[in-house]
């Protein structure tokens, strides 16, 4: 067989298998989108999802992907992205062909059991009834890696699902400086006199006008409505049904402003990356996110980097002003500039500001971490969870439902996934300062609403590549740095010193 | 193996290939109602779809198949469902085997061109545009018949994909009857003198009005919004994504209102029949309606002979005024009844009344039969065309638009699809004579919005069924009749000579 003719082959069978990814993509956007919301509706919806699974799982693993894989891996002299491609096949193949089909199976049903049961132990705030399958999930997840095998450590290989290349070593040597840091910063916030008054988000906000006004951002963002769309649901998310459609979703508090605000910047930020891709890869197992923490990183530096900057509220105030004039007509820019980016322990993740966030993932990290190394007892992690945010945060949860239930993913056996919160935030940070340095007009094209060079800056450095490279070798590519905790730091001492006056 | 052991095997295997189907009507549904409509977005979506009928092909074609109906087909015993289950997996097997998968790949690309020809000429009004795409596709589906050869002619082995169990002298010997009665009617009505005046139904009607009313009006017919929704599209269809999640469209017209309010109702009707199999078949391959005619049986049962029947404006009618003041509030219920039977001689089929509807089908039937008992050329079929209009009603066709290019059926290769509407006017009125005689106060029901019984009625005698019968075995069980075109007839004459005061 010629080169041509092998890859292509390996090629078009991957295909195959990332429209299978489309497809379940799809059944999972109108299932929380718009599905009649019936258990019969959601049961047959869950088995058409599980039968794509199947057929998924039966392709990966089947004899042919490995004959494909063994025959292409004989050429030494692929391209870029056939060499990218190849590397991505061999990834999720070599995963796959480890793991019995029946303990994923058993996974599948403990998830879908624990994500029940954990929704009941949140609302009673009761630990201990979500501690059986929380054992039995993470004991199967334990199985799971063991036979993946892909890092030094268990935790490693857990890492590989939403962080190709990625090892809780690296991660440790930028919490390890990281952690400190943000402690110091928080405690130097704090304690300042002039804080925020963040009351004026908290009034009541038409969810009409909220939806018009979140439709305006985005579009200003470049979101590609041709390709594209936005509607509500109750978690926000973003879904890529192939490269040219690409939809987020976000969710309107008529009592609070920024939940749909920053949720539809942070989905459009995701969403902007998933548009992306260059077109030669657009039907291949690149057309991906290169890793959770890259994804993040594009929604974190729209929503938290550009979203809660100054410039862009010079811009956008005057607009929401018009949409608002009863809440707004006479509240400064400056005050609600400052309102936008008030500094608190609290106890809830999802609800924490750009500076306390990572201490409450480093938490979860440490956390997932003594899980996976067999160094602490479920029993006690309620506990340990409480311990930590004294530690971390200086406060303890009244009780375990804003403690440690507070979260879904470990429900659903998604460990390793935190971190990535985190290398999301870092990433962004580094990405801007560098945008900043070949853009010296940025600042002012934000506060113009202007954001179509910063956008070719992530499309050209980030957004195209799609899962061409990992991560850590994508960043490295643009600067010749790999990824550095200090940048994210400074970012947050430059912005959060001065607004609040220390 | 045991009995339990080989249908159910076949049972799942049905099961797993019926879900492609609910995931296909997913893709197709999400295209027509909302995705983002460029074309790259058409395309992906496009391949997409087609992956999925690769899989499903490759599925049915399977060894696997075979030997899983061979091992059923032994057993003698088997009970009511098992047996149809078999039966239809039998059907669409030795179908599937005896098309080469080259074949069914040159029709598909030709279709797809022939949607877009066609879509250009009709544009143009000009035949010879679309001319040599259309032979292809005759030529192809000619020799699609002649592959899979089920029937005694090659008429019947298309109409096997509709109807299943139908054939053209059967059709023949209904149409033979129909055909001069129709015409008959057709005449006393035109020569009548005292005509209803339709204008009333071409003001201006405010869309979000007609869908709120059109709301109203399928919740009173028990289109059950926990397993459904309706949306809007520019063409109205129903497609089940299970039969737990049924969905319908309609589509406006702001200035006539008939388009939305029995868009909807026909589409309604089409779904209260997915919604109704029973339970046991709702994962199986015959969780299906088990024919077109009698999915458009009840289509047309709910638009023409329930919608539209004076009894139903008796409850309908004041609360449409309620919506329409201006437009209704002085306009008496029995002349607005009577605009919406107006029926005329016109050139659009999808247009027509219920009277001459079915002339418009005869015409497209008896052509269809002429080109695949290779009787015409392709070139002779505008003058054909024509010369039938001018037999069946009286009226000629200026242009190509108007007349052999208005339908997209042929573009899409889907002949032999037509006579199944007829086929559905039919059984709607020989079924609604029966409903009639079970239901004493059936009238005195839906004038009072009450459709309980009626749905009840059809539940039991239809829509629990599914595929389980034949559409003619189906109708036989509740009388012990063959389908007969005299109660159509009847059904005509007493309903339109009466409103025509003949």
Redesign the interface.
């Known amino acids: 067989m010629t080169y041509n003719t092998q890859i292509s082959q390996l090629k078009n069978y991957f295909s ?1 298998i990332k ?2 990814d ?2 379940k993509n ?2 999972k956007w ?1 299932q929380q989108v ?5 258990d ?2 959601n ?3 869950a ?2 999802i599980a ?2 699974d199947k ?1 998924k799982h039966e392709k990966l693993i089947s004899e042919k992907t490995g004959k494909l894989i063994e025959s292409a891996d004989k050429k030494s002299d692929l391209n870029l992205i056939d060499n990218a491609i190849l590397r991505e096949a061999k990834r999720v193949y070599n995963k796959a062909v480890k793991v019995p089909t029946e303990l994923l199976e058993e996974l599948a049903k403990a998830v879908t059991i624990g994500y029940k049961i954990w929704d009941k132990a949140r609302k009673k705030s009761d630990f201990s009834i979500f501690k059986p399958i929380l054992k039995k999930i993470i004991n199967l997840k334990k199985e799971y890696a063991d036979k993946i095998n892909v890092g030094s450590t268990r935790y490693d290989s857990l890492l590989d699902d939403y962080e190709p290349g990625a090892t809780s070593a690296w991660i440790d040597s930028l919490f390890r400086i990281l952690k400190p840091k943000i402690v110091k910063i928080v405690d130097n916030i704090v304690s300042a006199d002039d804080k925020p008054e963040p009351s004026i988000l908290k009034q009541y906000y038409s969810p009409e006008k909220q939806w018009d006004f979140s439709l305006e951002i985005i579009r200003k963002l470049n979101f590609d ?5 936005q509607d509500k649901s109750v978690h926000p998310f973003t879904m890529a ?5 690409v939809r987020i979703t976000t969710r309107i508090l008529e009592n609070y402003l920024p939940a749909c605000l920053f949720g539809t910047i942070h989905e459009c930020g995701h969403a902007l990356y998933d548009m992306g891709f260059m077109e030669e890869i ?2 291949t197992n690149l057309a991906e996110v290169t890793s959770l923490g890259i994804h993040e990183s594009q929604s974190r530096l729209w929503e938290t980097i550009i979203g809660r900057s100054s410039e862009f509220w010079d811009f956008f105030y005057p607009i929401l002003q018009t949409y608002f004039p009863n809440q707004l007509k006479n509240y400064p820019k400056s005050d609600f500039y400052r309102a936008l980016n008030t500094v608190e322990r609290s106890l809830i993740r999802v609800e924490a500001d750009e500076v306390t966030y990572s201490l409450h993932i480093i938490l979860r990290y440490e956390i997932e971490k003594m899980i996976f190394e067999d160094k602490v007892e479920i029993d006690e992690l309620p506990h340990i969870w409480n311990e930590k945010m004294k530690e971390l945060l200086d406060i303890i949860p009244p009780d375990d439902a804003t403690g440690i239930l507070q979260d879904v993913h470990w429900s659903g056996g998604s460990f390793g996934y935190f971190p990535t919160y985190v290398l999301g935030n870092l990433y962004a940070a580094q990405i801007y300062s560098y945008v900043k340095n070949e853009i010296p007009s940025l600042l002012q094209e934000i506060s113009q609403g202007n954001f179509a060079h910063l956008l070719e800056y992530l499309r050209e450095n980030i957004h195209k590549y799609g899962a061409i490279y990992y991560s850590q070798e994508l960043i490295k590519r643009i600067n010749g740095e790999l990824l550095r905790p200090q940048y994210f730091i400074d970012y947050l001492k430059n912005k959060f010193y001065p607004l609040y006056h220390i």
Do not use: Q, Y
């Open positions: 195959d429209k299978i489309f497809i799809l059944l109108d718009l599905m009649p919301d019936s019969s509706s049961r047959s919806r088995e058409l039968f794509m057929i409505f041709n390709i594209g769309r049904i192939s490269s040219s459609d657009h039907s």
